[in-house]
């Protein structure tokens, strides 16, 4: 039975990376993801004047509860969205002057819900150019707190990175929250601060974030459920079997959701204390699913959904259009090249099922999810290749050769 080791999350990985900044003291971060987003996050950091040490399986942050050690600083956010979107917030609870900048694929993404609601808080922020996007200056006198209105129905990232401003701020944080999008995300953030000491109260639509600080501490990082998903579905569309150790039954990333799809598709699915485990049966029902919680494994659905028995509509992923690239077009398109027939709505999309799919070069939009979905593909079709295969490296550099390891034992 092949066990895939898979790196640790990004989302997790980001989080930990400000919490530890933030926080009182030394921590250390174990099986951190080396990738070139939270490389970027890390250099980030750096940039603002922490001090983040680095060995092959640990980092370890020297936390600044007074925020940056520097008073001024230039930040490149490279492709992250967390980078660019949690950053900005942290700097806000220093002292100085911080402009944050980021790829041209970056810089299209939107922030305004996000600096509004900082700006609403008395934050000096300014657009240099876009409004509600990068570049942008942060001049920050630390940031008082109290009561703010946010739209995360774009982006849950936009509340992620204000809950992780709430104990930083003199009276703690009230947000109320309009709509809200991949809320498992959220969740995620809220059980790490209270690893880091801080406890989160929900009332409602209002999240009440004390003010306070965090505590150092040690935390280990867990396995990507995102990138764990390309692994699962390649079992389901072989027929083999994959378990991914380190993401069982008390995972914190709602990702791991997407082995229930994959169950009502067919598959055998076992989600233990200490790992998962997909077994394909050579039955791959169609289906009708929600998708809303777990968008980033859209596509991961779209790229084995033409081997179904019958249609699958995803529904509710309106978010996916506003990610690296136009997610639920780039799928269309790519399923469209490989002879399948696609119907697409602004927030769903609707794949038959074909008796002989086409191989042909993926257009990946420089996406990293785009090119791990259709390596799945792949593995049914020949003739499939990649225009940009290296844009993997933004969350899992190894990619491809992990999965012609599967491959091979597959």
């Excluded at 174990?30 to 939270?38: A, E, G, N």
């Excluded at 402009?99 to 609403?120: E, I, K, N, V």
């Excluded at 069982?248 to 989600?271: H, I, K, N, S, T």
């Excluded at 980033?296 to 995803?314: K, Q």
């Amino acid at each position: 039975m092949p066990a895939v080791d898979i790196p640790g999350s990004k989302s997790v990985t980001a989080r930990a990376l400000f919490l530890a900044a933030a926080a009182d003291g030394v921590t250390t971060l174990v099986r951190p993801l080396r990738s070139d987003d939270t490389e970027g996050f890390a250099e980030g950091l750096t940039r603002l004047g922490y001090r983040v040490g680095r060995t092959r399986d640990t980092w370890q942050i020297d936390g600044r509860p007074q925020g940056p050690a520097l008073p001024d600083a230039d930040v490149y956010c490279r492709d992250g969205a967390t980078t660019a979107r949690f950053l900005p917030a942290l700097a806000a609870t220093g002292h100085g002057t911080y402009r944050f900048d980021a790829s041209p694929q970056m810089r299209r993404r939107p922030l305004l819900p996000l600096t509004r609601a900082l700006r609403d808080l008395g934050v000096d922020l300014r657009h240099e150019e876009a409004e509600g996007h990068h570049p942008l200056t942060v001049r920050a006198a630390g940031v008082e707190g109290g009561e703010v209105t946010l739209d995360a129905g774009q982006s849950s990232q936009y509340l992620t990175a204000l809950l992780l401003l709430g104990p930083l701020t003199r009276k703690g944080l009230r947000i109320r929250v309009t709509d809200l999008v991949s809320a498992p995300y959220v969740e995620i953030t809220i059980a790490m601060m209270r690893a880091f000491g801080v406890e989160v109260a929900r009332e409602g639509d209002v999240f009440v974030v004390p003010s306070g600080g965090y505590r150092a501490t040690t935390y280990t990082i867990e396995p990507d459920a995102s990138t764990a998903s390309y692994f699962f579905a390649a079992a389901a569309v072989t027929g083999g079997e994959v378990t991914v150790p380190g993401l069982g039954a008390g995972a914190l990333q709602g990702d791991l959701g997407f082995v229930d799809v994959l169950r009502r598709m067919g598959a055998q699915v076992e989600v233990g204390p200490s790992g998962t485990t997909v077994g394909g049966t050579g039955e791959l029902r169609g289906l009708t699913v929600n998708m809303r919680d777990i968008s980033d494994t859209m596509p991961t659905l779209a790229a084995i959904a033409p081997f179904a028995s019958g249609p699958v509509r995803i529904e509710d992923v309106a978010n996916t259009r506003v990610k690296e690239c136009d997610r639920l077009e780039a799928c269309a398109e790519n399923l469209r090249r490989l002879g399948v027939d696609v119907d697409t709505g602004p927030d769903w999309i609707e794949i038959q099922p074909v008796p002989d799919v086409s191989g042909a070069e993926i257009k990946s939009y420089g996406d990293h999810r785009i090119v791990m979905s259709f390596a799945v593909t792949g593995l049914r079709v020949p003739g499939i290749s990649f225009d940009d295969p290296g844009c993997v490296r933004k969350t899992f550099p190894g990619f491809h050769e992990a999965f012609g390891a599967l491959r091979a034992r597959l």
